[in-house]
């Protein structure tokens, strides 16, 4: 299930980009997902996974040829989402990824069944996503399906969060 935390969330992986860098495996950039995400939000294309921590080649446009580690945040953030098991427990920043990168985080938390895929949100999401997606909202617990009523709780919800209603820490 997709959890997004409004407020400080605990714990949480800080740095998505470093974790990224030392976990990653060749088949996540190879995947149709991984693929995906890396034309989608980075506008490039996987020539190579690599070996298992390095190796790996991604052809940008603007950059030429450039290794995993230099992809966005927001892309190795979802990666880590999708595939690193070692994110269970965790939530990944939402204020490291841009809003172009939450529709893959929604595919993400479609296509892994065995654990949860948890986000702090501290913003409104201005790029919308297709579906009728449930997401759990916290720490209010409130489920919504789909991005306008995710949205709507957002809207709702950031300013009282903002004041200090309603929220712990």
């Known amino acids: 299930m ?3 935390y409004l407020g400080k969330a605990e714990p949480i992986i800080e740095f998505p980009h470093y974790q990224f860098n030392i976990a ?3 088949h996540w950039l190879e995947s149709d997902f991984g693929r995906d995400i890396i034309k989608g939000v980075d506008n490039s294309d996987v020539i190579s996974g690599g070996l298992k921590n ?8 603007v950059l030429g040829s450039i290794p995993p580690s230099k992809l966005s945040t927001g892309t190795r ?4 989402a999708r595939f690193w098991d070692g994110c269970n427990g965790f939530y990944l ?3 490291k990824m841009g809003d172009n990168v939450y529709p893959y985080i929604v595919r993400a938390a479609n296509e892994v069944t065995d654990r ?6 501290g913003r409104l999401l201005r790029v ?4 009728t997606d449930e997401i759990l909202m916290m720490p209010r ?3 919504v399906i789909g991005y306008a009523e995710c949205l709507h709780y957002l809207a709702l919800h950031t300013n009282m969060f903002w004041r200090g209603e309603g929220y712990g820490t």
């Open 54 to 61: 390095g190796g790996g080649v991604i052809g940008s446009p």
């Open 128 to 131: 919308p996503w297709d579906g």
């Open 2 to 4: 997709l959890i997004f």
């Open 24 to 26: 990653y495996e060749p």
């Open 77 to 80: 953030s979802a990666l880590l």
């Open 93 to 95: 920043p939402g204020d």
């Open 116 to 121: 949860d895929i948890m986000v702090r949100v």
């Open 141 to 143: 617990k409130e489920k």
